[in-house]
């Protein structure tokens, strides 16, 4: 676990760095730095939880996991900005998106947290379907489908506001949300193909990402 905490952090510090310029941590601004230490802990704490997938489990969606590619991606965007002076948009968010965006990392922490945790030892980063799998529908499940997934477009989102990139957060909902649909296309075929109706009436009982819009 350690290994692995480490590895995702390091990677992170260094991507970090290539975007922002080595001097950034120690001579930067206080946001960027702010910004820097969530992400990390964040980071490492997701590290900590999160299992990559089950041995015996099938498997679905080879590339869909390329949400977290563009989610990433939109984070380094948005730390190149703040450094570079938001050069291609010409001007930072309004100042409200530091508050705004702020309030939606904490919530987006938390959601993640709580779906994870109810989810447990079925939540694995790979759509897999294991043979002693349980449909969950209880606590935040009740609700929304897909939970953690809002938890992430919340979490990076927030972070994004946080430094008023806008640049960085045109990309993200224009591709990174889609990619999050996509995969939970892909994840709810597979949960209709295993669970069936089941599933289908879990369906009409609940939202995938937000209450009343989706």
């Keep these: 676990m350690f290994y692995r905490i480490a590895t995702s952090i390091l990677l992170f510090e260094l991507a970090f760095l ?3 310029g080595a001097n950034t941590l120690i001579f930067g601004d206080l946001r960027l730095l702010l ?4 992400f990390v802990l964040w980071l490492g704490m997701e590290s900590s939880r999160v299992k990559l997938g ?3 489990a099938q ?4 590339f869909s996991r390329a949400f977290l590619v563009v989610s990433f991606g939109s984070i380094l965007i948005a730390a190149w900005e703040r450094t ?3 050069p291609i948009i010409k001007q930072p968010l309004p100042p409200l998106s530091i508050f705004i965006g702020l309030t939606l990392f904490m919530i987006g922490v938390f959601l993640r947290h709580l779906s994870i945790k109810q989810l447990g030892k079925y939540f694995v980063t790979k759509i897999q379907v294991t043979d002693d799998h349980k449909l969950v529908t209880e606590g935040i499940y009740r609700l929304l489908r897909h939970p953690s997934y809002t ?3 919340f979490g990076f989102l927030g972070l994004i ?3 008023q990139a806008g640049l960085a957060a045109t990309l993200f909902i224009l591709i990174g949300i889609p990619a999050y649909i996509y995969r939970i296309k892909i994840e709810e075929y597979a949960l209709i ?4 109706e089941q599933y289908e009436s879990y369906r009409e009982k609940s939202y995938a990402l937000l209450p009343l819009i989706y």
């Design 151 to 153: 938890g992430l477009i």
């Design 193 to 196: 193909k295993t669970f069936g």
């Design 161 to 163: 506001l946080f430094l």
């Design 54 to 56: 089950h041995s015996n």
């Design 18 to 20: 290539v975007a922002t």
């Design 84 to 86: 570079a002076g938001y």
């Design 59 to 62: 498997t679905y969606g080879k």
């Design 35 to 38: 910004f820097n230490i969530l």
